[in-house]
């Protein structure tokens, strides 16, 4: 059975500004500190996903609660990656599979992020369980990105 969820942020920042900070794994290790930390080899962590070959695994990851406990290993892989956005279509020891899409668009001087992911859990039940961890860490996610970029009510920092 699979999972969904979406989330936009509207940003007090250009477009290509955003995504030049959210598109490594840096960025996303970012986003996700003090909840979680994806693992990556050391030339992984500064390089630009649009420097990724797509449609194939990159790398193994450990998804580390807390930056910590080791408890999901994940199996990064793009499928499509472009200025402004990308497709995600990852394996994980947990996840039969997920998706998860990027997307960030101009909107009135700014930008609005959107993520969208579908997910399928291994064990079905478990989805009713992860659905509203994945909505904690993705509100986490963009409440940093908020805090980085402002919103249209208020300067950028």
Excluded at 8 to 35: D, F, Q, Y
Excluded at 88 to 116: F, K, Q
């Amino acid at each position: 059975m699979a999972f969904t969820l979406s989330i936009k942020s509207k940003l007090a920042a250009a477009p290509m500004e955003v995504w030049h900070r959210v598109n490594t794994m840096a960025g996303v290790n970012a986003e996700l500190i003090p909840l979680l930390r994806m693992t990556a080899p050391a030339d992984s962590y500064q390089r630009p996903f649009a420097h990724a070959a797509c449609r194939q695994p990159l790398f193994a990851s450990w998804l580390l609660l807390f930056g910590i406990l080791p408890f999901d290993r994940h199996q990064l892989q793009l499928d499509e990656v472009w200025e402004g956005g990308f497709h995600e279509n990852s394996v994980s020891l947990i996840h039969r599979y997920w998706r998860h899409e990027r997307i960030i668009t101009p909107d009135n001087g700014g930008a609005v992020l959107s993520d969208t992911l579908e997910f399928e859990p291994r064990l079905s039940s478990l989805g009713y369980l992860l659905l509203p961890l994945v909505r904690i860490i993705f509100t986490h996610r963009h409440h940093y990105l908020r805090q980085q970029f402002g919103t249209f009510s208020e300067q950028p920092r």
